[in-house]
T-cell receptor, first 116, second 110 residues
Framework: DAGITQSPRHKVTETGTPVTLRCHQT?????MYWYRQDPGHGLRLIHY???????DKGEVSDGYSVSRSKTEDFLLTLESATSSQTSVYFC???????????????FGEGSRLTVL | QQPVQSPQAVILREGEDAVINCSSS?????VHWYRQKHGEAPVFLMI?????EQKGHEKISASFNEKKQQSSLYLTASQLSYSGTYFC???????????FGKGTRLHILP
């Protein structure tokens, strides 16, 4: 199994508080992704990273920021959490090749966030 | 833009076959297929690249029509363990984001 861990696995917070989710990998993979999963919407891409300090927006990036200061860590921050951000968040990694295309994703176990 | 999956849900009896389809409005570089069981993370099944290269599990087959930007996942002689939600993910030629469809729920009856 790919070495990828997410923390925390469960979190309950209140509206307006900041929240940071961490994704840590031991595979030295280039690509890292954050997805959210909600009933009826499947997996939606929030942000992704193609290298240290190289990030880009996904489909639903509003209200989220990310940082990647080391290859192994990709942080997702909700600056001021809202109830609409209650979701299960999955981190994924991909080795990529060449121009870093076409690699399969390995997913973390997910982080369940509830915003009251 | 999310790829479109069909059908949304399928109920089969063990041993029957199923086909799950995925289509995109963008020119694609690759199509991914994943299966997710309830309460678990998605698991990689197969990737199909433009140009014909494929990688995946031996018991899973899929096709990629590059002209139509469509892919199909073929599940033959289904087993109870095949139950779950299947997602296709697409990677466009013009960027390296992997965008997923809304999923197809597959339920296998004994």
């Amino acid at each position: 199994d790919a070495g990828i861990t997410q923390s925390p696995r469960h979190k309950v917070t209140e509206t307006g508080t900041p929240v940071t989710l961490r994704c840590h990998q031991t595979e030295n993979h280039r690509y890292m992704y954050w997805y959210r999963q909600d009933p009826g919407h499947g997996l939606r891409l929030i942000h992704y990273s193609y290298g240290v300090k190289d990030t880009d927006k996904g489909e639903v990036s509003d209200g989220y920021s990310v940082s990647r200061s080391k290859t192994e860590d990709f942080l997702l921050t909700l600056e001021s959490a809202t109830s609409s951000q209650t979701s299960v968040y999955f981190c994924a990694i991909s080795e990529g090749r060449g121009l870093a295309r076409g690699g399969e994703l390995f997913f973390g176990e997910g982080s369940r966030l509830t915003v009251l | 833009q999310q790829p479109v999956q069909s059908p949304q849900a399928v109920i089969l009896r063990e041993g029957e076959d199923a086909v799950i389809n995925c289509s995109s409005s963008k020119a694609l570089y690759s199509v991914h297929w994943y299966r997710q069981k309830h309460g678990e993370a998605p698991v990689f099944l197969m990737i199909l690249l433009k140009g014909g290269e494929q990688k995946g599990h031996e018991k899973i087959s899929a096709s990629f029509n590059e002209k139509k930007q469509q892919s199909s996942l073929y599940l033959t002689a289904s087993q109870l363990s095949y139950s779950g939600t299947y997602f296709c993910g697409t990677e466009a030629e013009t960027d390296d984001k992997i965008i997923f469809g809304k999923g197809t729920r597959l339920h296998i009856l004994p």
